[in-house]
């Protein structure tokens, strides 16, 4: 504003030097012409300076006041940050503890629901094992049985087969005898049937 002011003058003092130096009076109507513009001039001046003092105050309460909302927008989100992370913090806390808590109440749910069952399923192995071991036994009895008739039924099935070849050849050989065309006499009157797949040998060769 001071510079304003001092500038104002100064140009105030230039233009009556050059009145003077021009010859025009300043009480003359051309002389006071240029003295009313030179004062409006200097208030035009004057308030120009006035609204940049009012603007250059207006800024810097504008920039003080931004500069106090930034640090408190800092503060907040610092604040703001830290609430977060100790939310965060929190909640973990809480899942981990929630956690134990489940897993110790599953614990003690199984625990407990294992010592009433232990006992009835204790008796009913107990009793069980009198009825599996009679089966076992039974069983392999049983097995031992079928391997005994099974073996038993082997040898009927071979001693029958056995038999009935024998009884087959016997009645085979008896039918050859009974044939007289089969029966061989000797000189000393005995008489026999020859049968040439035993003996191999001819009646001629026998009386011989």
């Not at 009198?130 to 039974?138: D, G, L, M």
Request: charged share 20%.
């Amino acid at each position: 504003m001071a510079s304003l002011m001092q500038a104002a003058g100064q140009a105030r003092e230039r233009l009556l030097f050059a009145l003077h130096d021009a010859g025009i009076d300043t009480s003359s109507p051309l002389g006071l012409l240029l003295l009313q513009q030179q004062e409006s001039v200097e208030a035009l001046a004057h308030e120009a300076g006035a609204t940049r003092r009012v603007l250059q105050e207006a800024l810097d309460a504008s920039e003080a006041g931004l500069r106090e909302l930034k640090a408190e927008l800092t503060k907040g989100y610092s604040a703001v940050a830290d609430l977060q992370t100790a939310g965060e913090t929190r909640l973990q806390n809480q899942e981990i503890l929630m956690q134990r808590e489940h897993q110790d109440a599953v614990a003690k749910m199984v625990s407990a629901i294992t010592r009433g069952v232990r006992g009835e399923v204790f008796a009913i192995l107990r009793a069980q094992l009198p009825v599996a071991e009679r089966q076992f036994f039974f069983e392999a009895r049983w097995r031992s049985w079928a391997r005994m008739a099974a073996a038993a039924a082997v040898v009927l099935v071979l001693g029958v087969g056995v038999g009935a070849g024998m009884l087959w050849r016997d009645a085979g050989v008896g039918a050859w005898c009974a044939d007289a065309a089969h029966i061989v006499k000797t000189p000393g009157g005995t008489a026999y049937c020859h049968i040439p797949e035993l003996d191999g040998r001819s009646p001629a060769g026998d009386s011989r």
